[in-house]
């Protein structure tokens, strides 16, 4: 099946750092997309990809869809305390299809 | 954006009991639903498809009669943890797709903690 590996497991650094954080797959996806989950919430949509080469922008968080298909990455500028939390990036390979996810991304911002 | 609402957040039962989880999408309807079960620090584990007006497709390894899926309406599916045991202490995330086939989401809910004693 589809795997996802997503790096880095996790992240400790400075507030008004910036971050990077990537996916990558072991087939193509169609669909990328990046979720922020903080403790004992649920997952919530940070950003949505639906074309290679794609590059969205949300606040301080800017995502690609690689231009393979079969990579994407999130970065954070300037970041903040409430930045804290685990980041999971997730594929889909056709419409509609299941979603995969990586095996997340914990950020820990020090003030 | 789309909303998905589960309740409740966090039950605490006993061994040999029921717990039913219920996951609703509030301004939008959702013919399909996913259940997941997520560790601490670990990434979520699809469970089950609950597709509207028909029956769930359960993961490998997942089994069906100890968690039950009944997605009755466009709005609402439930999962049911039949006698539950200790094992089965976990977070369950419920989610609904959601926006038009290009532009496809996928939205969660806040997630149920459930720990059986």
């Known amino acids: 099946g589809q795997q996802l590996n997503q790096s880095p497991q996790s992240m400790f650094i400075q507030e008004g750092e910036d971050v990077s954080m990537n996916c990558t797959s072991s087939?193509?996806?169609?669909?990328w997309l990046w979720y922020k989950q903080d403790p004992g919430e649920g997952p919530v949509l940070l950003i949505a990809l639906y074309k290679a080469g794609e590059l969205t922008s949300n606040g301080r968080l800017t995502a690609q869809f690689g231009i393979t298909r079969k990579d994407s990455f999130l970065n954070i500028s300037a970041s903040i305390p409430s930045d804290v939390g685990i980041y999971f990036c997730a594929g889909r390979g056709t419409s509609y299809g299941k979603l995969t996810f990586g095996q997340g991304t914990i950020l820990t911002v020090h003030p | 954006g789309a909303v998905v609402s589960q309740h409740p957040s966090r039950v605490i039962c006993k061994s040999g009991t029921s717990v039913k989880i219920e996951c609703r999408s509030l301004d939008f309807q959702a013919t399909t639903m996913f259940w997941y079960r997520q560790f601490p620090k670990q990434s979520l584990m699809l469970m089950a498809t609950?597709?509207?007006?028909?029956?769930?497709?359960?993961e490998q390894g997942v089994e069906k009669d100890k968690f039950l899926i009944n997605h009755a309406s466009l709005t609402l599916s439930t999962l049911t943890v039949t006698s539950a045991h200790p094992e089965d202490s976990s977070f369950y995330i419920c989610s609904a797709r959601g926006g038009t086939r290009a532009g496809e989401k996928l939205f969660f809910g806040s997630g149920t903690q459930l720990s059986v004693l």
């Open positions: 087939s193509i996806f169609n669909t």
């Open positions: 609950s597709n509207e007006g028909s029956k769930a497709t359960y």
